[in-house]
């Protein structure tokens, strides 16, 4: 099971327990080139102090001599862990008591240079070794001091294991605290998962919008697509009461002629075939209605480029009988980012419409007006301004010599309602017929 908050808990464990090593490493070697960096300081200023005490005699052919009792009385206790050697160019050197028992190898410095080593000494201790090349009174030398960092890294060892304790403990309280955090962030999805289940049996139509602002997108395109089908359902309700309508007339009338006993035979059969004939328009405009609206997954957006010559082709075979021209205009980066079902029973109805009365052209525009405007027009008889109030009435048709049960422009009314649009009819000042207009506002 692919969980969200076991990947969040082991990827942050993991990152902790990896900036925990690398602050302990941090701080193991800051601590070891801090003591590092303060005893070659401190040599260093103990060769200064050497240097000052080294006195050189009037004779070059005599040895210079070091003033011993100027210095840390250190380096005249054998093996006391502080030691230096003094080289003398071109030959000749002085070395302190301490270090008789470790042979000191170190290179000829010119005057000015600086040198640092770290070095094991004759029985494996560590030594820090500095390293100068000075000139006095007209001689050049080489001054090395050393000393025995054993104690000093015996104390910083301890320190180490003081700060590894204190970082485990540091990673133990932030990986306690990590969890009870990252649980309940966690924790607030459950609001989510309540109110789906409040939505599965009834007693909630959508989902709280209160959840983090993370998934707050996530719940609020949901609840659209809640409306949405809600919605279609409606809409799906509406068309199969409205064809169970249509059909209830006519089926009267066949059970009537069936039962009436004045009519003769040939007027009974007339009947029951002019019945039967109107039963038989009304479950294909039906089905011509849900050609129309094609096929697509809910809350595919409709594309109009691709959708309209469809459409036209599909009106086209539907009204095979007679000759029209549909011509169509889109503006530049116009497109109807709306569901594409909507759309297709929205535009498939007006066309069919337009389509129904033509005498031959029809005419669709779609172009940006803070919002989408769709007009579709055509060359027929148009319509009265008294008549436009009625076009949009359930079951209403205008021309009962035209085949339909007059459901088209409502469907569209209704469509256009759910996106909070608007509806109109006007007369074609172009084709001098009826002209419908669709403003659609831009979502969200």
């Given at each position: 099971?692919?969980?969200?908050?076991?990947?969040?808990?082991?990827?942050?464990v993991?990152?902790?327990?990896?900036?925990?090593?690398?602050?302990?490493?941090?701080?193991a070697?800051?601590?070891?080139?801090?003591?590092?960096?303060?005893?070659?300081?401190?040599?260093?200023?103990?060769?200064?102090?050497l240097?000052?005490?080294?006195?050189?005699?009037?004779?070059?052919?005599?040895?210079?001599?070091?003033?011993?009792?100027?210095?840390?009385?250190?380096?005249?206790?054998?093996?006391?862990?502080?030691?230096?050697?003094?080289?003398?160019q071109?030959?000749?050197?002085?070395?302190?008591r301490?270090?008789?028992?470790?042979?000191?190898?170190?290179?000829?410095?010119?005057?000015?240079?600086?040198?640092?080593?770290?070095?094991?000494?004759?029985?494996?201790?560590?030594?820090?070794?500095?390293?100068?090349?000075?000139?006095?009174?007209?001689?050049?030398?080489?001054?090395?001091?050393?000393?025995?960092?054993?104690?000093?890294?015996?104390?910083?060892?301890?320190?180490?294991?003081?700060?590894?304790?204190?970082?485990?403990?540091?990673?133990?309280?932030l990986?306690?605290?990590?969890?009870?955090?990252?649980?309940?962030?966690?924790?607030?999805?459950?609001?989510?998962r309540?109110?789906?289940?409040?939505?599965?049996?009834?007693?909630?139509?959508?989902?709280?919008?209160?959840?983090?602002?993370?998934?707050?997108?996530?719940?609020?395109?949901?609840?659209r697509?809640?409306?949405?089908?809600?919605?279609?359902?409606?809409?799906?309700?509406?068309?199969?009461?409205?064809?169970?309508?249509?059909?209830?007339?006519?089926?009267?009338l066949?059970?009537?002629?069936?039962?009436?006993?004045?009519?003769?035979?040939?007027?009974?059969?007339?009947?029951?075939?002019?019945?039967?004939?109107?039963?038989?328009?009304?479950?294909?405009?039906?089905?011509?209605?849900?050609?129309?609206?094609?096929?697509g997954?809910?809350?595919?957006?409709?594309?109009?480029?691709?959708?309209?010559?469809?459409?036209?082709?599909?009106?086209?075979?539907e009204?095979?009988h007679?000759?029209?021209d549909?011509?169509?205009?889109?503006?530049?980066?116009?497109?109807?980012a709306?569901?594409?079902?909507?759309?297709?029973?929205?535009?498939?109805?007006?066309?069919?419409?337009?389509?129904?009365?033509?005498?031959?052209?029809v005419?669709?525009?779609?172009?940006?007006?803070?919002?989408?405007?769709l007009?579709?027009?055509?060359?027929?008889p148009?319509?009265?301004?008294?008549?436009?109030?009625?076009?949009?009435?359930?079951?209403?048709?205008?021309?009962?010599?035209?085949?339909?049960?007059?459901?088209?422009?409502?469907?569209?009314?209704?469509?256009?309602?759910t996106?909070?649009?608007?509806?109109?009819?006007?007369?074609?000042?172009?084709?001098?017929?009826?002209?419908?207009?669709?403003?659609?506002?831009?979502?969200?």
């Amino acid at each position: 099971m692919n969980s969200l908050e076991r990947s969040l808990q082991i990827g942050l464990v993991v990152s902790l327990i990896v900036l925990m090593l690398i602050f302990w490493w941090t701080g193991a070697l800051a601590s070891k080139l801090l003591t590092h960096s303060f005893v070659f300081s401190r040599l260093e200023s103990e060769a200064d102090i050497l240097v000052s005490a080294i006195e050189f005699p009037e004779l070059r052919i005599d040895t210079p001599k070091v003033g011993v009792s100027r210095l840390s009385p250190a380096y005249e206790i054998p093996s006391s862990g502080k030691y230096y050697l003094v080289r003398f160019q071109p030959k000749g050197e002085s070395v302190s008591r301490s270090a008789w028992d470790q042979a000191l190898q170190i290179p000829a410095l010119t005057p000015g240079q600086k040198r640092t080593i770290s070095l094991d000494g004759r029985a494996g201790e560590p030594l820090l070794l500095w390293l100068g090349g000075f000139s006095k009174q007209g001689h050049e030398f080489t001054v090395a001091v050393a000393e025995d960092i054993s104690p000093i890294q015996e104390r910083l060892t301890i320190f180490q294991w003081y700060f590894a304790a204190i970082s485990f403990l540091l990673l133990v309280a932030l990986l306690v605290v990590q969890h009870v955090i990252v649980r309940n962030s966690v924790r607030k999805l459950e609001a989510i998962r309540s109110d789906m289940n409040r939505l599965e049996h009834g007693r909630a139509v959508s989902l709280s919008e209160d959840v983090p602002s993370e998934v707050l997108p996530l719940v609020r395109e949901f609840n659209r697509l809640l409306l949405r089908f809600d919605q279609r359902l409606r809409q799906s309700r509406n068309s199969v009461g409205n064809l169970a309508h249509s059909l209830k007339g006519p089926l009267n009338l066949l059970l009537r002629s069936s039962e009436t006993q004045h009519l003769s035979e040939s007027e009974r059969q007339a009947s029951v075939e002019q019945n039967a004939e109107r039963i038989r328009q009304l479950i294909e405009s039906e089905l011509k209605r849900a050609r129309l609206a094609g096929r697509g997954t809910a809350g595919q957006i409709f594309d109009l480029d691709a959708e309209l010559p469809l459409l036209c082709g599909l009106l086209e075979q539907e009204y095979s009988h007679k000759t029209f021209d549909i011509r169509w205009s889109l503006g530049q980066g116009v497109s109807l980012a709306y569901d594409r079902q909507d759309m297709l029973e929205l535009i498939g109805n007006l066309l069919d419409n337009a389509v129904k009365w033509c005498k031959g052209v029809v005419l669709v525009n779609v172009r940006h007006a803070d919002g989408v405007l769709l007009e579709v027009e055509d060359d027929g008889p148009g319509c009265s301004p008294d008549e436009y109030s009625r076009l949009v009435e359930r079951g209403i048709r205008l021309d009962e010599s035209v085949s339909g049960h007059g459901l088209g422009l409502s469907i569209v009314k209704d469509i256009v309602d759910t996106y909070n649009g608007t509806l109109s009819f006007g007369r074609s000042s172009r084709l001098d017929g009826m002209r419908v207009s669709v403003f659609l506002p831009d979502e969200g």
